[in-house]
């Protein structure tokens, strides 16, 4: 999937994920998407309440070798 910013929250825990990409996203111009890729297995229930609080559209979630990616359309 092609991306326009990427966002490396490796070895962050919750809620670092999380207030990074919320500020990412903040920087990012309405439909260009972020990709996400994190190791905090909790992330995957926390980015999808974030897009669900936060109106941004989170188009696919997926998990390679405990790593965690997160494609992400900014409002």
Do not use: H, W
């Not at 929250?9 to 260009?32: D, S």
């Not at 669900?52 to 900014?74: C, D, I, P, V």
């Amino acid at each position: 999937m092609n991306f326009d910013k990427e966002l490396d929250a490796r070895g962050l825990n919750c809620p670092l994920p999380i207030l990074r990409a919320k500020k990412t996203l903040a920087e990012m111009q309405p439909g260009q998407i972020l990709r996400i890729i994190a190791t905090d297995p909790g992330s995957v229930k926390d980015f999808a309440a974030f897009a669900k609080q936060t109106g941004n559209e989170l188009l696919s979630s997926a998990e390679n070798n405990k790593e965690f990616e997160f494609y992400m359309k900014r409002k």
